[in-house]
Nanobody, 131 residues
C-alpha cells in the first residue's frame, strides 16, 4: 500500500524559509510523479510544484517560481520542497501526492490543475507565514 507522509511545516515570519519533506513507502513502480499541492482556508486545492521520479523534470506554479525548489532523493524515496522568501499568502496546508506516469513541461500544468488525477495523498503539513 502506497503511503505518503509530509513533514517540515511550521510557523515562520514573512521572508523566512522552510523545507517540506514527503516520504513515500510501499511504492512498487518506478514511473511516477510526486506533486505538491496546497489548500488555504476557504479556497480550493492548488498545484504548486511537481517532479518526475524517472527524469527529474520539474514544474512550478508561476507564483512560486524563484522562491520554491522541488528535489528528489530517490534512494530515500523522499521528495523535498524548499520554500524561501515566504509570504503570508503562502499560508496553507501543504499536501504531497503521487500520480502514475511522468509529466512533461507541456502536460505538467494540466496535471497540477487536476487533483483528481492523483491517486495517492498524504495528510498534509501546515505552513503558516506571519506578516
Amino acid at each position: 500500500e502506497v503511503q505518503l507522509v509530509e513533514s517540515g511545516g511550521g510557523l515562520v515570519q514573512a521572508g523566512g524559509s522552510l523545507r517540506l519533506s514527503c516520504a513515500a513507502s510501499g511504492v512498487t513502480f518506478d514511473d511516477y510523479t510526486i506533486g505538491w499541492f496546497r489548500q488555504a482556508p476557504g479556497k480550493g486545492r492548488e498545484g504548486v510544484s511537481c517532479i518526475n521520479r524517472s527524469d527529474g523534470i520539474t514544474y512550478y506554479k508561476d507564483s512560486v517560481k524563484g522562491r520554491f525548489t522541488v528535489s528528489s532523493d530517490n534512494a530515500k524515496n523522499t521528495v523535498y520542497l524548499q520554500l524561501k522568501s515566504l509570504k503570508p499568502e503562502d499560508t496553507a496546508l501543504y499536501y504531497c501526492a503521487l500520480r502514475l506516469g511522468s509529466t512533461t513541461q507541456l502536460t505538467a500544468a494540466q496535471a497540477m490543475s487536476a487533483p483528481w488525477e492523483w491517486g495517492y495523498w498524504g495528510r498534509g503539513t501546515q505552513v503558516t507565514v506571519s506578516s
